[in-house]
């Protein structure tokens, strides 16, 4: 049977999201049992499989505008495509107005951050690894969804646990230019590098953008291999979705 999580936060009503676990799913081996990515070297037809159980167990209004994720920070509206592309399209985060579309990312230890405004009437999917969250990817989120930052929440779903995210000097450094407050984020190993948390990464950078209504984390995708897909704990894996759609008429200005 298809599991998942459904986000903690106050969000209004007409706001559905949901972040996927490994269970439930066709495919086999190192993609067991519900990996979404078709780019991971799974079989397509286990894929599709899962997909439709997705979309069946959550009731979504629609195909989810799956994307070609590249560590940038790119933005697809997805209330302008409405029609699946023949091809996935490449962006590292979406936002839609209204009902009838579906964001989504895929992570496998890089964090998703989900957006909606207080209102209820659009919200938004970012894939943040550190290169997506040092790029920018949530302030190109946070402007393409078009509403004042006060007026957004946040929820930080299923991503790497700072006792296993193990990075460079170059990585901190990228960090400490966004702001002096991401030091404290960074704890230095035996190895002389870096654990990085990127749940406080994330808040730090959310707090900078004028967003103060920040959910979620906690999670540790390397740890629990029961639960969590995780690249860094087995490379050859699968991909969990985190999904935010809105249910009912549009709302709001488009």
Not at 16 to 40: C, D, M, P
Not at 101 to 110: H, K, N, P, Q
Request: glycine share 12%; charged share 20%; net charge neutral.
């Amino acid at each position: 049977m298809v599991d998942w999580i459904t986000p903690d936060w106050p969000a209004p009503p007409t706001v559905k999201a949901a972040a996927t676990l490994r269970s439930g799913g066709a495919s086999e081996g190192a993609f067991s049992s519900l990996n979404l990515g078709l780019h991971v070297g799974d079989e397509p037809a286990a894929v599709a499989e899962n997909r439709q159980r997705l979309k069946a167990a959550l009731g979504v209004p629609a195909e989810p505008m799956w994307l070609n994720q590249v560590h940038g920070i790119d933005v697809v509206d997805v209330s302008a495509e409405r029609a699946t592309p023949p091809a996935p399209l490449t962006a590292d985060a979406s936002v839609a107005r209204g009902a009838g579309a579906v964001c989504v990312v895929m992570t496998a230890d890089c964090l998703p951050v989900l957006f909606c405004d207080r209102t209820g009437s659009r919200v938004g999917a970012a894939h943040a690894g550190w290169r997506g969250l040092a790029g920018g990817v949530l302030g190109a989120t946070i402007k393409s969804l078009g509403v004042p930052p006060s007026q957004l929440m946040a929820w930080l779903g299923p991503a790497i646990e700072q006792a296993a995210f193990e990075v460079g000097d170059e990585v901190r450094e990228a960090f400490l230019k966004l702001g002096a407050d991401n030091a404290t984020a960074f704890q230095r190993n035996e190895r002389g590098r870096w654990q990085a948390d990127l749940y406080q990464l994330a808040r730090n950078e959310l707090a900078r953008l004028g967003v103060t209504a920040v959910y979620g984390g906690g999670f540790e995708c390397f740890a629990d291999n029961k639960r969590f897909f995780s690249y860094r704990r087995e490379s050859r894996t699968g991909r969990m979705a985190t999904l935010v759609w809105l249910e009912g008429p549009a709302a709001g200005p488009a």
